[in-house]
């Protein structure tokens, strides 16, 4: 344990002194989303005021295009060279915590501060669910400027660092799922259909080759679903590789047919809407790290197209998550799953008779997926999230 013995909330805005949190951003909106939750949290629930340096900060505008309620929580400094971070350091307040994310490497005027103010200093690493991170998570590492590095690795497990979550996450989601006046209104704001045919899924997912061989499954397995896709990658994809027409799904709330599969092209939502997509969803396809969790949260049926790494290291997490997550699953219904969950990221190849047949079994074994999906998710709500575990670490009490 490292205590901050701190007085929390004990200055007179009521707030604390400064955390730093430090983001590049790779995975444009997974890490924007990410870095810019955790802040949140650290000043929602650890009454900390957060300087968050950023080096994309138009990906953040626009993920968080209304930041005026944490104006006072939360500082945005543009990370640039190291110049600029001086400057912007002679106006900070020493942190007493300091968080580099997915090991983005600290500035060195912000390494020579550190020696002086001695904050805890964290790696906050991708969440995985393999087992070696768990041996490791919080973990300290002896720099070489004599401070400690500790290691916190978000994952499922019990021992691991936990997941991003809000206090008040069932409330709301209990709330708009009960009230359809809610759901009817968020729908209108952002110009969502008021229906739908079949299934609805929500696709918010990466560019990639696999796209028209799932839309051929889709058009096969001859059942109604409708695709609210997000974000534009996969419509790119589609119509690069000429499955869509040139002029098909353009504009946001464009429709495209064919036989009984729908394709709806939704605006891009800011973060803090991106859970009543979800809500509103029977399934989704989601990408990246933040809409995983988000997904989890949800407790809904979802595939999750991983965010590719070299040498198919994205691979051995996404099987270390599916491999726990599934372990209680009917096993016509995990075998189904588990081959589209390949065949999707890349893993495997299917022909197109084994994907439909995989498809229509997933299908058939749809209530058990819904209820499995569902008590996965009320586990890990039944744990502390990370916000709790970095509490007890740093010995604060939440808000």
């Known amino acids: 344990m490292h205590s901050l013995n701190l007085p929390v909330c004990a200055s007179p805005d009521g707030l604390a002194t400064e955390a730093w949190v430090f983001v590049r951003v790779i995975d444009n909106f997974g890490d924007v989303g990410v870095g810019w939750r955790l802040s949140c949290l650290l ?6 005021r957060v300087r968050l340096w950023i080096d994309d900060v138009d990906a953040l505008d626009r993920l968080v295009p209304e930041r005026a309620g944490y104006q006072a929580q939360i500082m945005v400094e543009v990370w640039q060279d190291e ?4 400057r912007q350091l002679a106006d900070a307040a020493d942190p007493v915590l ?9 500035p060195p005027a912000v390494l020579a501060r550190m020696t002086e103010c001695r904050p805890l200093w964290l790696n906050w690493e ?4 393999e087992d070696w991170a768990v041996d490791l998570h919080a973990m300290p590492s002896l720099q070489a400027n004599g401070l400690e ?22 409330a709301e989601r209990a709330a708009f799922l009960q009230q359809p006046l809610l759901q009817q209104a968020f729908r209108q704001q952002y110009g969502l259909p008021l229906q739908h045919s079949g299934q609805l899924w929500l696709v918010f997912a990466y560019a990639s080759v696999c796209w028209p061989q799932w839309m051929a499954m889709w058009q096969q397995a001859d059942t109604p679903i409708t695709l609210w896709l997000a974000g534009g990658q996969v419509i ?14 353009q504009q946001d709330g464009d429709v495209w047919v064919v036989g009984k599969l729908t394709l709806v092209r939704i605006p891009f939502v800011p973060q803090a809407a991106f859970d009543r997509l979800l809500w509103l969803a029977d399934a989704a396809i989601v990408r990246g790290e933040d809409s995983f969790v988000r997904a989890l949260w949800a407790g809904l049926p979802f595939f999750w197209h991983i965010y590719r790494q070299d040498d198919d290291a994205h691979l051995h997490k996404l099987h270390a998550f599916w491999n726990k997550a599934t ?18 990221n890349g893993a495997g190849s299917l022909d197109g008779l084994r994907r439909v047949a995989a498809w229509q079994d997933l299908c058939a074994d749809w209530q058990n997926w819904v209820k499995a999906a569902a008590a996965w998710s009320e586990m890990l709500h039944a744990q502390d999230g990370a916000l709790e575990k970095l509490a007890r670490f740093c010995h604060l009490p939440l808000k």
């Not at 300091?98 to 600290?106: A, N, R, S």
């Not at 991708?126 to 669910?129: K, R, W």
């Not at 790119?236 to 799904?249: F, G, K």
């Open 43 to 48: 000043a929602d629930y650890l009454c900390l």
């Open 83 to 86: 110049a600029v971070v001086q």
């Open 98 to 106: 300091v968080i580099e994310t997915f090991g983005c490497d600290l």
């Open 126 to 129: 991708y969440l995985t669910a």
């Open 149 to 170: 590095k500790y290691f916190w690795f978000m994952g499922i497990d019990a021992a691991s660092g936990g997941l991003l979550r809000e206090a008040d996450y069932v």
């Open 236 to 249: 790119d994809s589609l119509r690069a590789q000429q499955v869509i027409p040139p002029d098909a799904l």
């Open 327 to 344: 372990a209680g699953w009917p096993a016509g219904l995990r075998a189904a799953f588990m081959v589209l969950s390949d065949d999707l």
